[in-house]
């Protein structure tokens, strides 16, 4: 197999590759260092050994928080030093999503290869009445979907003669049969065509496939955003303009979708990194982006290159790469399988990818131009490769909320910058970390699939029968700034008004029952949203939590003129601190497991308090916030559980208890209510 190296050849070349030349192992940087200008590096301590001494400058601006731009992606892809390299984007990956790497149970579906046009690199479309061709009925593609399926991936050709009406019943009928299937489908390409063919606006024509049961949208399409190239190999083509404007307006409506690039072909390395910047530039509009995948081009019989020569495991595993450290603001970057063979997959997991795709049963487009990867994977193979890079394996929907853990030491990280003072420093041991919203932790942990985190407080108190308490918390005397309700109106006149609520947590949510009911004496109606919306246009106020909360604390929500921080509002009132969060443990947990957690846990706010971590920083600019303002919000919380705060549950669990009586009444766990003669909390 040319071009793809076996996993023993593919070790013994990174060996190589990487042995050559001077060792610049970057310095410890304690944070009183200074640079010039406004940044300055908070900490850095690492045992990268740099190679490739350019590649230094680019780690200490990563550590101050900085962007890299396009010359810096530029030294990213010369660089030789790709096992330093590779570091980099492991470090950012895990500061992202910690332990985890995802994958789906899902099914590819690729309804007919008759198409309109006839692009270069393609070996899939054929044209109607030539050999190959084939058309599947909406019958067929229900066959294909088995039960345990839970995202269809649909993407095709250009057909010339289907009907409008034959994509949306498509999507009713897989939605009636398969509830519980996640339809992630038609690319931008797609998109476009219905809009022209059946002279729909495109907003017009993606409201029709969401309303017919549309989840996401996946990245295809893309290939590269380079007239250059559009120019040579698919001039009929989508361009950049149109693609992006695709996925906005997708955004815009709460469709989540992927972004791609085909790379390996003709496009040179600055066209590949402005496509990155590009994509990030609508991530920063948007933040509608879930993952990125790099694809590997695969020559087939297209002339563009020798139908056996694929792009090489160094190149891909370097795209990944670089990929993870120029993507900043995208969550998740994927190591499609398909294209990049499993070893090279496997490997990309400690080079900054968080995600193998999943089973892909019924590939057809990649497979028809050469790829020399399976058809499929079982769902157990994946979880092996996860299993060996020293990852959790994530089963996911098409949205990456969790639906099952594989990994018996999974501990749930709140992903917010409020709670990275007890991951920085984080000394893993048996335990991994699973980055996943505070609702989302309740759930899993109510199934027995999380083993120990910081629980929303409500989700501790309806789980106590299982869990134990631990002696840390996320608390907070005053303001918060990351727990606001967006309003038109003043308290005094939210009453029968509607509110939207975030579906990320319960204990903020009751916190807002409370004030309402108690402090101002009035009932509003509350209305979960949907993880993804972002048009709150119909509702008089929002309750929004954690860095989406804290990104618009400084200019406000558009479209409300009022902000009112719930913590604030608390205090106030009842001038005792409020406790957000709890760390509690599965009880069947091992004496000893318990007591590795709770050491964890002491060592890595001693570390942080002694020496607070860069990735801080880093964070906090993700979402608009200086290294002084992210120090500033990080200084308010409390992160012991002490006789306040013990005292403030107890308060809070009394008046939550007798609030929105159309939901079961609550009591205060024992475990956490203060005893005569000075409390004292149970704890694991």
Known sequence: MEGRVCTSNFRLQIAKFTSIGTAFRAPQITRDARITGPSRILKMTTDIAFNDEKLLPLWHKLQRGERFSLADGLILMGTNDLIALGKMAATIQQEINGHAVYFAMNQKIEPSNICVLACRFCNFAVKPRQSGAYDMSIEDILRLIKPEVREVHITGSLHPDRPWSYYLTMLRRIKEEFPATDIKAFTAVEIDYFHRKFKLPVREVLQQLQEAGLDALPGGGA???????????????????????????????????????????????????????????????????????????????????????FTSALEDLKM?????????????????????????????????????????????????????????????????????????????????????????????????????????????????????????????????????????????????????????????????????????????????????????????????????????????????????????????????????????????????????????????????????????VQKNLAPVGKRELKTALRRALAQEKLEPSWLNALHGRRIGLTPAETDGYLAGFTYRLGKAERKAIEVFCGLAAVVDTTTPPLSCPKSLVGHPGGSTIKTA
């Open 223 to 309: 290939e590269v955003f380079s007239e250059r190239v559009r120019r040579l190999l698919c001039p009929r083509k989508i361009g950049a303009e149109t693609w992006l404007k695709i996925h906005k307006t997708a955004h815009l409506l709460g469709i989540r979708s992927n972004a791609t690039l085909l790379y390996g072909h003709i496009e040179t390395c600055e066209e590949r990194l402005q496509h990155l910047l590009r994509l990030r530039e609508l991530q920063d509009e948007t933040n509608g982006f879930l993952a990125f995948i790099p694809l590997a081009f695969q020559p087939g019989q297209t002339d563009i290159k020798p139908p056996l020569e």
């Open 320 to 584: 990944i790469a670089v990929s993870r450290l120029m993507l900043d603001n995208f969550p998740h970057i994927k190591a499609y399988w398909v294209m990049l063979t499993e070893d090279v997959a496997a490997t990309a997991l400690n080079f900054g990818a968080d995600d193998l795709e999943g089973t892909v049963g019924g590939e057809k487009i990649a497979h028809d131009a050469g790829a020399v990867a399976p058809m499929s994977l079982a769902g157990e193979r994946l979880i092996n490769i996860i299993r060996d890079a020293g990852k959790i394996p994530v089963e996911r929907n098409a949205h990456y909320q969790p639906l099952a853990i594989h990994d018996a030491y999974a501990v749930g990280k709140i992903p917010y910058l409020n709670s990275l003072p007890f991951y920085n420093h984080f000394e893993r041991g048996r335990f991994k970390l699973l980055p996943i919203t505070p609702r989302h932790m309740g759930l899993l942990a109510d199934k027995g699939l999380i083993t120990a985190g910081l629980f929303s407080l409500m989700d501790y108190i309806s789980q106590e029968d299982r869990l134990e308490v631990m002696n840390y918390g996320l608390a907070v005397r005053g303001q918060v700034q990351s727990v606001l309700l967006f309003s038109h109106c003043p308290w005094s006149d939210l009453a029968g008004k509607k509110i939207g609520v975030t579906d990320a947590t319960a204990t903020s949510v009751q916190l807002l029952r409370v004030l309402l009911e108690k402090k101002y004496k009035l009932k509003a109606h509350l209305e979960r949203m949907a993880g993804d919306e972002h048009d709150y246009r119909r509702f008089d106020a929002v309750l929004l939590i954690g860095d989406e909360a804290l990104r618009h604390y400084k200019c406000g929500l558009p479209g409300f003129k009022n902000t009112f921080d719930l913590a604030r509002e608390w205090y106030a009132w009842q001038k005792l601190p409020f406790v957000f969060a709890v760390w509690a």
